[in-house]
């Protein structure tokens, strides 16, 4: 954890430098109050600055040391990178392909990920789920889901 | 005050809010049950779906969600010793306890028996104390609401994570994730990168969505384990009348617990129940019973999560400062539809809140008959695979980001914010806070300028003015009371070395 918490400090504070000097590029009209635009989000950016250096700072500490977690559960994190692959990638063709005809694929490869093998179900879920959806939204509810290849 | 809450039950009675109520709890009982939807997660993916909605009856089918998941985190509790919801946790000890013996339908039948009385409880505890406080806040102005929204930032940061440094980063990023947008004095824009779907700022609910239910799925993918699954027949037995008046100190002590959990920030069902049963246990006259599949032990913590729900909305409808997820996503909600909490909420839109008081008790009946009702259906859910429904969960949470403005730019925003929630918690940052951040951004800094606009730009408006000073003095108090702790602890040591 201690690592984790220099990286992010480190990185914090490095937003927290970014995010002022974007704060300085504000614009600022006429017809402002008297602190204007700038200065609440300056005021968060030194905060932010400041606790963050401490973060860096803490984790200098030996006592940081002392709480490390103990991951006892095994955890799969290759899943996430892949699930979160395969959301990015379907809302890159998502405008192109549309709807109906990529959220099955992207839920049912999701599935598959998981480590779930039987076609029955996994077919079923990843159609009926899309379908289901469009149902709801389009429509009942009038939202005008990418139509894609299926726009006539 | 007679008619205000004729308005209010003339609101609540109306078909439309009926139908809303009942969809809201009966996905509330479903949602609470599947282990991974907690009450929260429940509400927050039935956000997009209250946009085309009158308010009263948006508002009123999240309180049902809230309301329905309490108790549906008990079912998988008692039935197969996973939790549905956080509120539920402490419901395993002996309610499996009973579940083992044979007894799981006589639990399920007290959880839900307890809950009920549990929740109308806490809508008269409501109803009295959200109204007289109300009235306080009418005289607060913009000094007083900067010092409400600040001590409301602090207590959150500070209390209700593992670390307050952590906690304190996660506000402040909360608080910059608000500024990004039109800045409401100047009119200029700020933080947009020149990105037009920036310029009305980043929407609270595709955040409360990433945030909450898509670091949710994020989690659920890298766990391997796979919950159990119910074999058997699942039935409610509902308590008998000596049954009930055994559990009276237990219901008793449950509200007390909730009560107070729900006022303050940062507990919710989850400390409220934990706290409930260990102090039944402590006043009970059959104390060793607990573990071993006391009634009791289901009782108190079921009664106190109820009553959390109907509590927790005090400080939220009366100041506007949201102290647990769920009264965030209630904020969240009511942000969407444009209702401002406070005091001229009751006063301008009667039956909205009038209308939420009666709504909440309808919702406890419709709990009582749902959840006897719909328990089967529920356990056939909890059985389907994990990967399937974790499937239905990310289409809906994508579809649900889209249809906010029918913009695909929401749903990158959804997913970022899904990948950020998940990664804070991992570090053990405090998600919560950065929520609070981004919905009391704009409340803390439009307060904070109007009140030196007013002063003429002399910052000691700020504790010149009672209320605000007594606040600031507070929000100092919570700030620096880890620190002398620490420093105490500090000096301890030096004194046993020495």
């Known amino acids: 954890m201690a690592l984790v918490d220099r990286l992010t400090g480190l990185l914090l504070v490095g937003l927290a430098v970014a995010y002022y000097r974007l704060a300085g ?18 005021l968060l950016a030194v905060a932010l600055g400041l606790s963050s ?44 392909v549309g709807f109906l005809l990529l959220t099955p694929v992207l839920l049912g490869a999701f599935v598959w990920v998981l480590g779930y093998r039987r076609w029955v179900p996994l077919v079923g879920t990843a159609v009926g789920v899309s379908v289901a959806l469009w149902v709801v939204f389009a429509w009942l509810l009038g939202v005008r889901l990418p139509p894609g290849l299926l726009d006539a | 005050m007679l008619e205000l809450f004729a308005i209010g039950f003339a609101e609540a009675l109306k078909p439309y809010s009926l139908l809303a109520m009942a969809a809201g709890v009966t996905w509330g009982i479903i949602g609470g ?45 008692i039935l197969i010793r996973t939790p549905g919801t956080p509120g539920a946790a402490i419901t395993i000890i002996d309610g499996y306890e009973l579940q083992r013996r044979g007894e799981g339908a006589r639990a399920l039948g007290i959880s839900l028996v307890t809950g009920f009385f549990g929740g109308v409880a806490s809508v008269l505890i409501l109803v009295f104390l959200a109204i007289p406080l109300s009235r306080v806040a009418l005289a607060f102005q913009a000094a007083e609401y900067f010092a409400l929204g600040f001590f409301g930032l602090c207590l959150i940061s500070s209390l209700a994570g593992k670390e307050q440094l952590k906690g304190l980063i996660s506000g402040l990023v909360g608080l910059m994730f608000a500024t990004i947008g039109t800045d409401p004095f100047s009119g200029t824009p700020r933080f947009t990168l020149g990105n037009v779907n920036l310029i009305g700022g980043i929407e609270p609910i595709v955040a409360i969505i990433g ?44 509200t007390i617990v909730g009560t107070l959990e729900g006022l303050l920030p940062g507990g919710g069902g989850s400390v409220a129940s934990f706290i409930a049963y260990n102090e039944t246990r402590r006043w009970s006259k059959h104390p060793e019973e607990f573990g071993h599949g006391s009634i009791e032990g289901v009782a108190a913590p079921e009664t106190a999560n109820n009553v959390v729900t109907g509590t927790a909305l005090i400080p939220l409808l009366t100041f506007g400062i949201p102290g647990s997820n769920s009264a965030a996503i209630f904020l969240g909600a009511m942000m969407l539809h444009e209702l401002l909490p406070g005091p001229t909420l009751f006063e301008k839109r009667p039956e909205v809140v009038y209308g939420l008081f009666a709504s909440l008790l309808i919702s406890n009946v419709f709990m009582l008959v749902i959840g006897y009702l719909v328990l089967k259906p529920c356990v056939r859910l909890v059985n389907v695979p994990k990967p399937l429904l974790l ?80 606040l600031l003095f507070f929000a100092l108090v919570t700030l620096l009371l880890p620190l002398w702790r620490r420093f105490r602890e ?3 040591q030096a004194g046993e070395a020495a």
Do not use: C
């Open chain 2, 391 to 470: 499937s239905g969960i990310l289409g809906l949470v994508l579809v649900g980001a889209y249809s906010v403005t029918s913009d695909i730019f929401n749903v990158w925003l959804v997913l970022g914010m899904g990948l950020l929630g998940y990664l804070m918690r991992r570090y053990h940052f405090n998600v919560l806070a950065a929520v609070l951040g981004l919905v009391l951004g704009f409340m803390v800094e439009v307060n904070f300028r109007r009140a030196l606009v007013l002063s003429g730009g002399d910052y000691l408006t700020f504790v010149e003015r009672p209320i605000s000073a007594i």
């Open chain 2, 490 to 492: 500090l000096k301890e």
């Open chain 2, 211 to 254: 945030l909450f239910a898509v670091s949710e799925i994020f989690q659920q993918v890298t766990e391997t384990t796979a919950w159990e699954k119910f074999k058997g027949k699942a039935r409610t037995v509902l308590p008998t009348w000596s049954e009930l008046r055994r559990l009276t100190p237990a219901m008793i002590i449950g």
């Open chain 2, 33 to 77: 049950a599947l282990p991974g939807i907690s009450g929260s997660i429940a509400m927050a993916l039935l956000l997009p779906f209250t946009f085309g909605m009158p308010s009263s009856a948006a508002l009123m089918m999240l309180a049902g969600v809230y309301i329905g998941a309490m108790y549906g985190g008990s079912i998988t509790a």
């Open chain 1, 53 to 96: 250096a401490w973060l860096v700072v803490r984790s200098f500490r030996p006592a940081a040391r002392r709480n490390e977690p103990v991951r006892a559960e095994a955890e799969r994190l290759a899943n996430l990178w892949i699930a979160l692959g395969l959301t990015v990638v379907y809302l890159i063709l998502l405008p192109h």
């Open chain 1, 25 to 42: 590029e504000i614009e600022v009209g006429l017809a402002s109050d008297l602190l204007g635009p700038q200065y609440f989000p300056k």
